[in-house]
Structures are given as structure tokens and as C-alpha cells.
Nanobody, 123 residues
Framework: QVQLVESGGGLVQAGGSLRLSCAASGIIFSISAMGWYRQAPGKQRELVAIITSGGGTHYEDSVKGRCTISRDNAKNTVYLQMNSLKPEDSAVYYC?????????????????WGRGTQVTVSS
């Protein structure tokens, strides 16, 4: 399995920046994509950003231009640089990884989640 550990959350003033990190360990080969999701109280989990094994990226509309997802393959770590933070960005941010492994009847897909890191943006 894959273990994901997030770090970098905290309290920041509106307009400030944070860099979230997600370190992957375990059986980390064949990870097709890693991403950041967030969930605020009373809200559904939503995608913030995702990066594929091929380097393609996708961002939720509200964070476009303010966030950048990147990878350090040597460290098996994914980062989310968050700038110009707004109070509405406050949430628990979760790291996600999708892994596809060969099985007896084809490819099996596995999904892993970190435990989350709190981001709080004050006005």
C-alpha cells in the first residue's frame, strides 16, 4: 500500500502563502496521479489540484493563478504552493494518490488518502 503524509498547513493571514507537502511511501510504483483535495466543515470534498504521472496538471477554478502543484520525484513528494490565500480557502487539505497495479484479470485501481492538514486563513 501507499502511505501519504501531509504537512505544511497552519494559520495564515489573508493574502499570505503556504506550501503543503505530501510525502508518499510504501509501494509507490505505478502511481498514476496525485492530488490535493480540501474539505471545509459542512462542505463536500473538492479537488484543488492534481498532477499526473506524465506531468499534466489540473486546478479547481477558484485557485487558478494562486496555486501551483509540483512534484519532486526523487523525494516522492508532491507540493501545493498556495499564494494570495483567502478565508474561503480554509479547510482540511488532503493528499490523494491513485495507483494502478496489474492483477490476474487486468489492472486494479487503488486510492489512498492522507490524514489531512488544516489550513486556516484569517481575514
Amino acid at each position: 500500500q501507499v502511505q501519504l503524509v501531509e504537512s505544511g498547513g497552519g494559520l495564515v493571514q489573508a493574502g499570505g502563502s503556504l506550501r503543503l507537502s505530501c510525502a508518499a511511501s510504501g509501494i509507490i510504483f505505478s502511481i498514476s496521479a496525485m492530488g490535493w483535495y480540501r474539505q471545509a466543515p459542512g462542505k463536500q470534498r473538492e479537488l484543488v489540484a492534481i498532477i499526473t504521472s506524465g506531468g499534466g496538471t489540473h486546478y479547481e477554478d477558484s485557485v487558478k493563478g494562486r496555486c501551483t502543484i509540483s512534484r519532486d520525484n526523487a523525494k516522492n513528494t508532491v507540493y501545493l504552493q498556495m499564494n494570495s490565500l483567502k478565508p474561503e480557502d480554509s479547510a482540511v487539505y488532503y493528499c490523494n494518490a491513485d495507483q494502478r497495479l496489474p492483477g490476474p484479470f487486468g489492472t486494479h485501481e487503488y486510492e489512498y488518502w492522507g490524514r489531512g492538514t488544516q489550513v486556516t486563513v484569517s481575514s
